[in-house]
Each structure stands twice: as structure tokens, then as C-alpha cells.
């Protein structure tokens, strides 16, 4: 399967930790990248590589993953971190699909 | 300071064709894949097609493969998408994006434009 699975919506209580999960036959090939898109603005990269934070991105934010499911953890979830979240394979080789984006999840921070 | 600047959509009628542009700034267009995202209204994020910077090949979504095309004016360092026979199932913003790579055969959008909307209707 060529799909990425997400759960559509997350809630979490302020300061709190929570995970988002992405399962997908692509993640176990390639490393998932994760993108936050709040309402009104264009995505923007948390996590790229499993594991590798933008520098402007708070270290709240990691990525893990094993076997078919990728995972984004926000370690004391902040209010400003309510967002959609979205998954996303995004591979350079000769794939028949070489750009998979997960359904996104709708985290609310409460 | 990179930017992305996309232009060209608006409200056109079923079976039209439309023409994005998005003009980069701050790097050179010639040196990195791009591509084209779109999201309809209150849905999510869905892949539409590629540029590659080595050897000029693209590739595209099923959904719209053999009425889309992708190209690029390096010299102008813009990057454009031609949409022909449009339908309904087309509305949506579409984001230029840049692609960055990682290790042997990885990619991840590192630069995303603010979008620009396309509404397919009669």
C-alpha cells in the first residue's frame, strides 16, 4: 500500500506530552518528515529524517519510528502548538509514488 | 532570506485551462527539485508533481497526469504549472515547495510558498 494512515484528531492537556502516529509500507523504507500547518498558513517542517529538528523548531518536537509507523511526539505541549500535522514520505528514487502525505491530524491542546 | 511566491490561479470554468507561476528568491531555482502541493478547502495535503534539477525529468500524480505540466525558467527562476481540462475535484491552493535532500534517496519540503488559490466552476 502506498497510503499513510493518521488518526484525525489528538488532544492533549496543556504541558502535557503527546504522540502523533503515521503508519505506512512506505516508512519502512523511508524516513518520515512532519509538517505543522495552523489555520490560514502554509506548512511548515518540524521534523524531517525520523529525527532532525530545523533549528527554529523548539526541542519539544522529536520523531521516532519502527517497522511500518512513524511517530511525532511533542514532549509538554504548548497552547501555540494546536495545529494539523501531517506525515509525509518523500522519496528521490524511481518510486511509483514518490511523495506520500498521511491524512493529517488535528491536535488540540486543552 | 529564501522566499516563494505563487501567482496566476483565480475562478475558471470546467474543462479550462489555467497557468501557476511561482517566483523564488534567495536561491538559485536551477539547483534544487520543486514541486506543487495543493490542499482543497478544509482537506489535506496532496502531492501533484515534480521538477527534478538533474536532467530536467518530472513525475506527477496520477490524478492529474496527462493534464498537467510542470516546468521551469531558471533564468527567471521561476517555476510554473500548466493545468488543462479542469474539473471540479481541482479546486484547491497550490503550494510551490522546495525540495531539500537527505541522505541517499530523501527529500523533505523545507520551503513552502504562501499559495494561490485555484476554483474550478461554472
Known amino acids: 500500500s502506498s497510503e499513510l494512515t493518521q488518526d484525525p484528531a489528538v488532544s492533549v492537556a496543556l504541558g502535557q506530552t503527546v504522540r502523533i502516529t503515521c503508519q505506512g509500507d512506505n516508512l519502512r523504507n523511508y524516513n518520515a518528515n512532519w509538517y505543522q500547518q495552523k489555520p490560514g498558513q502554509a506548512p511548515v517542517v518540524v521534523i524531517y529524517?525520523?529525527?532532525n529538528r530545523p533549528s527554529e523548531i523548539p526541542d519539544r518536537f522529536s520523531g521516532s519510528s519502527s517497522g511500518n509507523t512513524a511517530s511525532l511526539t511533542i514532549t509538554g505541549a504548548q497552547a501555540e502548538d494546536e495545529a494539523d500535522y501531517y506525515c509525509n514520505c518523500n522519496s528521490r528514487d524511481t518510486s511509483v509514488n514518490p511523495v506520500i502525505f498521511g491524512g493529517g491530524t488535528k491536535l488540540t491542546v486543552l | 532570506e529564501v522566499q516563494l511566491v505563487e501567482s496566476g490561479g483565480g475562478l475558471v470554468q470546467p474543462g479550462e485551462s489555467l497557468r501557476l507561476s511561482c517566483v523564488v528568491s534567495?536561491?538559485?531555482?536551477?539547483?534544487?527539485?520543486m514541486h506543487w502541493v495543493r490542499q482543497a478547502s478544509g482537506k489535506g495535503l496532496v502531492w501533484v508533481s515534480r521538477f527534478n534539477n538533474d536532467g530536467g525529468s518530472s513525475r506527477y500524480a496520477d490524478s492529474v497526469k496527462g493534464r498537467f505540466t510542470i516546468s521551469r525558467d531558471n533564468a527567471k527562476n521561476t517555476l510554473f504549472l500548466q493545468m488543462r481540462s479542469l474539473t471540479a475535484e481541482d479546486t484547491a491552493v497550490y503550494y510551490c515547495?522546495?525540495?531539500?535532500?537527505?541522505?541517499?534517496?530523501?527529500?523533505?519540503?523545507?520551503?513552502w510558498g504562501q499559495g494561490t488559490l485555484v476554483t474550478v466552476s461554472s
Open positions: 534567495g536561491f538559485n531555482l536551477s539547483s534544487y527539485w
Open positions: 529524517g525520523k529525527n
Open positions: 515547495v522546495r525540495d531539500r535532500p537527505y541522505g541517499a534517496n530523501s527529500g523533505y519540503f523545507d520551503n
